[in-house]
Structures are given as C-alpha cells and as structure tokens.
C-alpha cells in the first residue's frame, strides 16, 4: 500500500509521518528528494543560477536555498520557473523511489511525505492521501520558530495551495489544532483504518 501524506507548510505532516514510521511504514521524504536534486544535478543548479542569478550561491558553490526562497516565494512568476526547473526531475526520482520501495519492501506500507501533492495533479499514484490540517497562526508562529520573517512566512503559505482544495481532495484528513498526543491519537485512528482498508 502507498499513502500520500500532504498539508500545508508546517501543518504538522512530518509529525504524522514519524507516527506512521513507528508503525512499521517506510517513509519517504520528498523535501530531502528536492535538496538531493538540486544538490546533486548541476543541470539543475545552474539552470537556476541563469534565471535567480549567482546570489543564489552560498559561498562554497552550493545552493544558498534561503535567499533563492526569498526571491521566488511573493512573486508567482518567479517561483513558476522555480518550479519548472525542480519539479520535473524532483517528480522522476519520487517515482524512481516509489518503485524501489515497492520492490524492496514489498511487506511494509510506504509512506509520501510531500506538500504539493494535489498541486501536481499525482493523487493516482496513491492508495490513499492523507491531509494534515493545522491552523493558519500556528503555521505562521511554526515558520517564524525556523527563523523567517513574518512576511517570508506569510509568503510560504500563500505560494501554496489552499488547505480547503486540499481536503476536497483527501480520503483522510487530520486535524493538528492541539498538542503532540492529541495529534499522535489521530494519526494512530488514521493508520488503523488505513490497515483496516489494506487487508
């Protein structure tokens, strides 16, 4: 079985996602797949130096991902051509590990964790998609506690799809909107009719 986790920035779906890996599923992380793309394929970093420029560089070479955010995030043309250069290739190696994780462990469930899974239209990938929902303030005092600004976190969420798409697109959806238990018993609920459905 594949589940798709997806919600909000910072909406609590990595959290979920620890909670369903101490459940015995394997866990994959597409926010560590688009560091690896635009670490490890030049193609792609210097695509984006010719469209952001050489400010995006941290001074050893690599990506400086902070100030490429703060150019491409508030300005949608901007993050659009972002986003033409990543996601493609983000896209094929998420497929890529998709099926060696379905080859491998074949006995566990896998787990996506992505944010943009509804924004790119691969829902049929999955077995199920589970939306975790989280209160737009808290988003933002999470955001600001990663050190942004609040404008830069208010930016983040807007880029993103609205969380009410989100849901009309769910088989699943937790809501994040009390502490770590309370969110540990709705994910819990959640894995069970998941497992229940898997039988």
Known sequence: MIIGVTGGITSGKTTVCHIFEQQGALIIDVDKIGREVVEQDRGVLSQLVAVFGNQILAQDGSLARRTLGKLAFGNPPAKSKLDEIVHPPLLRRLRKKMAQAQKSQSHRTVVVDAALLVEWDILSW??????????????????????????????????????????????YVIYNTGDYALLRRHSLKVWEQLMAKDQ
């Not at 998609?129 to 600004?149: A, F, K, M, N, P």
């Open 126 to 171: 999955f077995d199920a998609v589970v939306v975790v929902v989280s209160e737009r303030e808290d988003q933002i005092r999470r955001l600001i506690q990663q050190g942004l600004t609040l404008k830069e976190a208010q930016d983040r969420i807007d880029a993103q799809l609205s969380v009410e798409e989100k849901v009309k697109k769910a088989d």
